[in-house]
Structures are given as C-alpha cells and as structure tokens.
C-alpha cells in the first residue's frame, strides 16, 4: 500500500462519520443530485472506482444498478460491507484494476480521480474494463476551486489564487463542520490534464456540467459564483468504428 492510501486508510473512520451524516457535506443536496443525472440506466455491469465507504454504490444499487465498489482502503471498505452486506467490494488500485478487459458497461469516479497518483494511470483502466461504447462517469473537484481559496466564509469574498493554475499540485485541506473534522489529501490538476488522460484513453465526452450551488435553505453563498465540481460523462471508442 502506498504512503498515500495509508494518509486514506487513517482517514477512513472520519471519512466514514462526515459521508453518513445525512445533509452533512455536499453530496446531498447539490454534487450528488447533479452526478445523478448524467448517469446512465443501469446496464450489464457498474464498477465504482474509489467507492470509500459506499454511500455511492448504495444510491447505485438503489437506482437498478449490478454494482462492484472498489477501493484501496481496507477500512473504507469493512465499513462498506458492515452497510451493505449483499453489496460486492474489492480491495484494489485505481491504476491497477483487478478486472478483464470489457467486464463492465459503466464506470463511475466519484471525487475520487483526484485521489490517485497517477490519474491518467487510472483513467486508461477506465477504458480497459469498459465494453466498447461504455460509460464513464467522473465528477471531480473543480480545477479552477482547486487552484485557489476564498479568503473568508462570506458569501462575498475574494477567491485568490497564489502561483500557478498549471501542473499537478498536492492538496491537503483540513476541515471542521459541526463537530466532526477531516483532512481531505489529494491531488489537483488543471482541466487540460484531465481532457488529455480522456483522449488518450480513447474516450470522447459527450456530456460536461459545472454545477451551481444552490443552499438548501436559499442563502447566498460564496459557492454561487464560483463552480466546486466538474461532473462529466464520456463513452468509450475502444473497438469501436468511430470517424
């Protein structure tokens, strides 16, 4: 296991308590609603690559789909099982997927392609276990959110980006809300490298949002102006006749 799964497997109990807590963090009300709606009907196979504690494979599950949730954390993924015991988790690489060629009809990534080490890595194997004309669904935490921060929590402030936007940069965000905290690590990188690890994967995006945020209760919010996640849907050309 790499330095970086083990930053994740220390995370996972906190990671576990901030995903479960119903209305907690985004997922619920504004980046998940949206990934949602790009996602295709269920098909033959879904493979959900950095699943964590599963919360997306059981909206998966709940929505039709023949789920395989796969993660690099040993604890994420006890405490997916212990969730959803009829559930299939595997403990795996995103940039080594234990899985034939053409095993599965969908991809999903769910914040989890800027939480590998090597992306593009894990965007070929995408393409690899995907049929031909299969999906890949990604949502990510946005470039240009990922390049900066907002000086304060008012809805007014000034979002400042400090050197460059461009080249993979490392990401530690320690976070509190509400009694529970979490220190998010990852990777970001600019839209250009995730266009590129696409195309030289085979895949063509044929669907791209920036969703805005919109408070559950109406506020403003710093995040009206800015966008937080990228989601986008792309389908295979592997072995396939496309001109």
Known sequence: MSSYNEEWEHEAL????????????????YSGPTFFELVPPPGRATLEVGCGEGRVCRDLASRGHRVVGLDASPTLLRLAREEDPAGEYVLGDAAALPFDDGAFDLVVAFNSLMDVQD???????AARVLEPGGRFCVCVVHPLADAGAFESRAPDARFVIEGSYYGRRRVEIPDERDGLSITFRGWAYPLEDYARALEEAGFLVEALREPAYVAPDGSPSRWNRLPNFLQLRAVSRRGLDVR
């Not at 906190?14 to 009300?29: F, I, L, S, V």
């Open 119 to 125: 992306m593009p890595a894990a965007v070929r194997e």
């Open 14 to 29: 906190n990671w576990a308590a901030w995903a479960r807590a119903p209305g907690h963090d985004a997922y619920w009300h």
